[in-house]
């Protein structure tokens, strides 16, 4: 009697996968479990398991193309058996999956040791710094339990899991950088839940993890489907690209979208090869381009081993990215910087004054919060303050909201959180917002959100020292005040020398769109509403 064997459901969302190895030809014989032939899906190789026995007549399933789940992959004569094989082994048509394969026949289930990748983090984040290892070998993962806490360029991020089961072996350190698809932990008896983490090669199939006891089945009616390769079935499964995971994972490494390489294998099937000669395509390409304007050359360091001795440390990522962010900037904008002096003498006892009654609220009142709403009714008179410059489309975008980002100081270095609707909230509120970022800021747990959206940069200096200093307009921003140590210094007024506490203040602007007259006349326009309140209620 002829038999089939079909292409096994591969787990959720699978409906096809590529056969890169035929295990067997025609006139072997085919005993249950015994490897039929080895596919790739997204997420694994597999080798699949026989789930009928007898000689094998035919082989529908060709190396290098795409198969259907459900669609014929050999025929087999049962009745064709060795002497030595049984006559009429007991089939069933239900798949039997080998106890270390990825599911085959309960879709979505692990039994295999299955790995958990660093899931993408966010645009253009394409490694982390692993802070903390949440889990220990021996360990049982739930889905969804944090399982690492790793800090990017935006933030600090507890990374939950998408595969539950025994930890087995953890892939990663402390301290180090782990990249977006790089394997973080391994766990054993588990189940994927989501997007479930790239397996590795299945090893040979060992006894079936289902394997049916009781009354034999019936073989289900044969059905219609032939091995169907996807390349005829425009339209069904064409919409990604066939590439195998290993040269997914490398372009993903390489920050470059699989999509775009063009494969040279069987039916464009994409390889790392291919994926390393596009990057280099690209490279050079690049390579070609004229500079960007702004585009410095980096220069080459000198040996300083020459010297004495050195040590080198990985920049962390936000250092990275304050050094790619500020660079752009300084290089971008045509600064100029504006220095002056407020006297804060009368507004100093005012803030004596009122602390304790912000104090009782939770909050600290200090010239930060008091220079935020005084900025905040600076940009509503001056809006080319509260601007952003688009050069490609020759337009100044004028913004009608009011968010401040408040330069903080912190031991990973600097980061610039936003305190958002400034123009719409008191002191006291805006004084516990910067209590709360400040705060969430030390503890690292500023979210992305909480440094998006900024209009205008405060940089405060003021509580460590110094007397001026250039701060760098944060792009895409125009403006941007520091604020350097108020001290008590002899002023000459009506006729004498008089102790004023005054308070330095460098506006760095974008020349671009703010021209000299302009930033004195904002400038001045602060320091008289920090020395005379008043202007503010008055002017608005
Ligand atoms: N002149 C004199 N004293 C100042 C001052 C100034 N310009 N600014 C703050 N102070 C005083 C405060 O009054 C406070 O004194 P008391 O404790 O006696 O009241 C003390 O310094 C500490 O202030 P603070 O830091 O707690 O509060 P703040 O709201 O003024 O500042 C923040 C908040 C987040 C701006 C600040 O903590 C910080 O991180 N500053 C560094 C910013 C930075 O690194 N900028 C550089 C960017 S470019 O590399």
Redesign the pocket.
């Known amino acids: 009697m002829r038999k089939e064997f079909k292409l096994p459901e591969l787990g959720e969302n699978i409906d096809a996968a590529d056969v890169l190895k035929i295990l067997v030809k025609a006139g072997d014989y085919i005993k249950h479990d015994e490897p039929v032939l080895e596919i790739e899906t997204d997420k694994a190789t597999i080798e699949v398991p026989s789930t009928v026995e007898g000689l094998i007549k035919e082989v529908l399933a060709v190396e290098g193309q795409k198969i259907k789940v459900g669609s014929t992959v050999i025929v087999v004569e049962e009745s064709a058996a060795p002497a030595e094989a049984p006559a009429a082994a007991p089939v069933t048509a239900e798949v039997s999956v080998p106890a270390s394969a990825p599911s085959v026949s309960e879709p979505a289930k692990v039994s295999a040791p299955a790995e958990f990748i660093l899931p993408e983090l966010g645009e253009n984040i394409d490694a982390a710094d692993v802070l903390k290892i949440l889990i220990k070998v021996g360990d049982v993962v739930a889905a969804d339990q944090a399982v690492i806490e790793i800090e990017t360029d935006k933030a600090t991020i507890e990374v939950p899991s998408n595969i539950s089961g025994t930890v087995t072996e953890i892939l990663i350190k402390e301290g180090q950088k782990a990249k977006v698809g790089q394997p973080v932990f391994r766990v054993s008896g588990g189940a994927a839940v989501s997007a479930p983490a790239e397996a590795k090669p299945a090893p040979a199939p060992q006894a079936p993890a289902e394997q049916k006891s009781g009354p034999v089945k019936p073989a289900p009616a044969q059905q219609e489907s032939k091995f169907v390769p996807v390349d005829t079935q425009p339209g069904i499964l064409t919409d990604a690209a066939p590439a195998a995971p290993s040269a997914r994972r490398i372009a993903r490494e390489l920050g470059v979208d699989v999509n775009k390489v063009t494969g040279s294998g069987p039916h464009g099937r994409i390889s790392v090869d291919d994926v390393k000669a596009y990057v280099k395509k690209l490279n050079l390409s690049r390579r070609e381009e004229k500079p960007s304007g702004f585009g410095v050359a980096a220069v080459p360091l000198p040996d300083f081993t020459k010297f004495g001795t050195i040590e080198r440390k990985p920049m962390s990522n936000i250092r990275t990215k304050t050094a790619e962010h500020l660079s752009y900037a300084w290089a971008s904008i045509p600064h100029v910087t504006q220095f002056d002096k407020a006297d804060i003498t009368d507004l100093e006892a005012i803030?004596k004054m009122f602390?304790p009654k912000v104090e009782a609220k939770g909050a600290?009142l200090?010239?930060?919060?008091i220079l935020i709403k005084v900025i905040s009714h600076a940009l509503n008179k001056f809006p080319q303050f509260n601007a952003s410059v688009d050069m490609e489309k020759k337009e100044i975008i004028y913004k009608s909201y009011c968010n401040i980002g408040?330069?903080?100081?912190?031991e990973r270095g600097?980061i610039v959180p936003v305190i958002n609707d400034t123009d719409k909230k008191n002191i006291t509120e805006i004084?516990l917002g910067?209590a709360e970022?400040?705060e969430k800021?030390r503890l690292r747990k500023i979210s992305p959100e909480d440094l998006q959206g900024g209009c205008f940069t405060?940089?405060?200096?003021?509580?460590?020292g110094g007397t001026y200093?250039t701060?760098?307009v944060n792009s895409p921003e125009v403006a941007i005040l520091?604020?350097?140590?108020?001290?008590y210094e002899p002023v000459y007024k009506n006729g004498e020398f008089v102790p004023r506490l005054m308070?330095?203040l460098s506006l760095s602007y974008d020349h671009r769109i703010i021209d000299g007259a302009d930033a004195i006349r904002f400038l001045r326009w602060v320091i008289e509403a920090l020395e005379q309140p008043m202007k503010i209620l008055i002017e608005g």
């Open positions: 803030r602390a600290k200090t010239v930060t919060a408040v330069a903080v100081d912190t600097l004084s910067l970022i400040s800021a405060i940089s405060n200096l003021g509580g460590i200093f701060p760098i520091g604020v350097s140590k108020g001290a308070l330095p």
